[in-house]
């Protein structure tokens, strides 16, 4: 078995569900101590993070990755445990075997590799956080601020995320999307079925409108990034009684878009939707990420060559 096979195993097992760490960091920390990287345990509210430095010339290249997953849904639909790794078929299964354990098994252990036998000419460093998968407020964010307060910038960066298109490892993406959330709860007046005209569904009044936005052509993209999407990820409403006309709505969407529209165009779009629907409601926003594209380079060209 390979190292990579059998650390990816081992990470596997860690029943890291964002965001719990499960262990998972503490693996790989002392694989990295052993290799002489000087290692910071940086906990950010209930989030675990380490920031690991090996050398102190420039420039600094850095493996940034998390150790948190998705829950894994009902575990009936498994095959096997979602947390015990199995092979089959030549392909390794487990929750976090793509998203992203067998990345960070790889970045770690080709570092000891190539630390077996030279030394690099600059620095080598790892960013790691158990806060990707969800909110991803005390992660990688702070870190960097962490890392800003003391002067370290980063000059190269590979994250080690599954963006491929057929193999893991066979595509560099060499930027993103933008990301957004929206949730929007929308009131109306509870009542009874058999009685409508003494409430307001506010199930029915969000139907149109959130059907537009559903299709919306947002944009079409351009040479470096797919059109703008949108998609409805939960959508609750409801007492559980069949009888029961509920009050209030509660729906979360997720636009990934293009350096073609701003997050405030975003904003102004829905929000012009809904108020020309009548809707009552509130919209609360939350942004992950503005999209950007990294410019042809050093770091550029050498990934590559590699792939």
Known sequence: MSAT??????LIACQSVTPEDAGCQELLIRRLEKL????????????????????????????????????????????TSP?????????????????MKGSLAAMVCACEEFLQTREPAGSLGFLITSDEEGPAV??????MKWLDERGINIDYCL?????????????????????INGHLTVTGIQGHVAYPQLADN????????????????????????????LQISNIHAGTGATNVIPDTLHVDFNLRFSTELSDAQIRN??????????????????????????????LVEAASEVI
């Open 83 to 99: 947390f015990y790794p199995s092979e089959r078929d030549g392909l390794l299964y487990g929750r976090g075997a793509a998203d």
């Open 269 to 298: 779009r829905c929000e012009s939707l809904f108020d020309a629907h009548g809707l009552k409601y509130q919209l609360d926003w939350q942004l992950s990420g503005q999209p950007f594209l990294t410019a042809s380079g050093n």
């Open 159 to 179: 994250v080690g995320e599954p963006s491929s298109s057929v193999k893991l490892g066979d595509t560099v993406k060499i930027g993103r999307r933008g990301s």
């Open 5 to 10: 096979l059998e650390l990816t195993r081992e």
């Open 138 to 143: 005390n992660g990688t964010v702070q870190v």
């Open 36 to 79: 002489g990287f000087q290692v910071e345990r940086l906990p950010f509210g209930e989030v675990d993070n380490f920031w690991a430095r090996y050398g102190h010339q420039e420039p600094l290249l850095v493996f940034a990755g998390h150790t948190d997953v998705v829950p894994p849904g009902p575990l009936e639909a498994w095959t």
């Open 202 to 229: 506010p199930i029915h009044k969000a139907l149109l409108p959130l059907a537009e936005l559903a299709s919306e052509t947002w944009d079409n993209g351009n040479g470096s990034f797919p059109p703008t999407s």
